[in-house]
């Protein structure tokens, strides 16, 4: 239990400070740097499957083809949430993004009742709780807080495909990265393309820190795939909070983005939302071998 809380805690920690390492390619465009996470990631997951000598998923492939196909729409999701990230965080919307995050679970609970699922009485409540504060912001603002729904339904549908997908965490990126570097290297090399370049052309640090997405994409995915393991999902659930907790107090109080008392009740009513839903869940995990 320790070895997980810390593993999938600190996967959770790696993800709520990646706004500091996007903003120091803040200078590259949002589409660059996504290539470069996918080329990167890539290539550093084939030397994890290699010294694992963990190949034998490829042979699944062969033998059934429609697998790859699945993962086509994944790796769509998964560019789609990587570039709206990217662009958010580097035009000062971390605030925004942070929220696509907080009510992503909430997305998840919606797509298992379009599957059939049935809500419990506090379920809907934080479902309603959470509709509530988007419907508030959306008044605020005038329009859509768009970067955060659009994260929140590419993460939970994303996580939704890999749930029923066939393969691992690290054979599935693999996948996904392998399905999206023919555009990404497109993107890199071909001449008119809108690439900055910046690999070449912006110095040694800037090159140093784009081979760094890498590692940095995928070491916490395994951290996040050994410590969710070793947990219950109540508990995992409890502790994805910790990403966009400080993705948020980066925006506020790192780099002063606007946060004032009316966004912070929109915010408070989807953060009363989600302690409802995580409260509901804990207690029903608590209650249930009580009864056995």
Same mark, same amino acid.
């Given at each position: 239990m ?11 920690? %790696?993800?709520?400070?990646f706004p500091?390492y996007l903003?120091?390619?803040?200078a590259v ?6 290539s470069?996470?996918v080329?990167?990631?890539?290539i550093f997951?084939?030397?994890v499957?290699a010294l694992?000598r963990?190949?034998?998923?490829l +042979?699944?492939?062969r033998?059934?083809p429609?697998?790859?196909g699945a ?6 999701l998964?560019a789609?949430?990587w %570039?709206?990230?990217i662009?958010?965080i ?6 925004d ?11 998840? %609970? *919606?797509?298992? %009742?379009?599957?059939?699922?049935r809500l419990?009485? +506090?379920q809907?409540?934080a479902?309603?709780?959470a509709?509530?504060g988007?419907?508030? *912001?959306t008044?605020?603002?005038g329009q ?8 929140a339904?590419?993460f ?5 495909? !890999?749930k029923t997908?066939?393969?691992g ?7 996904e990265?392998l399905?999206m570097v023919?555009l ?6 071909l001449?008119?393309? +809108?690439?900055?370049?910046?690999f070449?052309?912006a ?5 140093l820190?784009?081979v760094?997405? +890498? ?9 996040f795939a050994?410590g969710?393991r070793r947990?219950?999902?109540s508990?995992v659930g409890?502790?994805q ?10 925006g506020?109080w790192l780099?002063?983005e606007p ?6 009740i929109?915010f408070?009513?989807i953060?009363?939302a989600?302690?409802l ?6 207690w !029903?995990?608590w209650? !249930?071998?009580n009864? !056995?």
């Open positions: 320790l070895t997980g809380v810390l593993s999938a805690g600190a996967a959770f920690f %790696v993800w709520g400070m500091l903003k120091a390619l803040k465009p949002a589409l660059e740097i996504l470069h996470r080329v990167w990631s890539l997951l084939s030397v499957l694992r963990q190949w034998g998923w +042979g699944l492939l033998q059934r429609r697998i790859a993962f086509l729409a994944s790796a769509a998964l789609t949430n %570039v709206v990230y662009w958010a580097n035009a000062d919307r971390i605030v993004a942070s929220l696509g995050y907080f009510i992503a679970p909430l997305f998840n %609970v *919606l797509f298992g %009742v379009m599957l059939g699922e419990r009485a +506090g809907w409540t479902v309603a709780l509709a509530s988007v419907c508030w *912001l008044q605020i603002a859509l807080p768009l970067i955060a729904l659009t994260l339904f590419t939970g549908l994303y996580g939704l495909l !890999r997908a066939s393969l965490a690290l054979e599935g990126l693999t996948l990265t399905i023919p990404a290297a497109t993107f890199l090399l001449p008119g393309s +809108g690439s900055s370049h910046a070449i052309t110095g040694v640090s800037t090159s820190l784009l760094v997405a +890498g590692p940095i994409t995928a070491v916490p995915l395994l951290l050994y969710a947990l219950p999902l508990l409890i502790l909070y910790i990403g966009p907790t400080i993705q948020l107090l980066l506020i780099y002063h946060f004032g008392g009316d966004k912070l929109g408070a009513l953060w009363l989600l302690a839903y995580s409260a509901e869940g804990l !029903r995990a209650v !249930r071998p009864f !056995r």
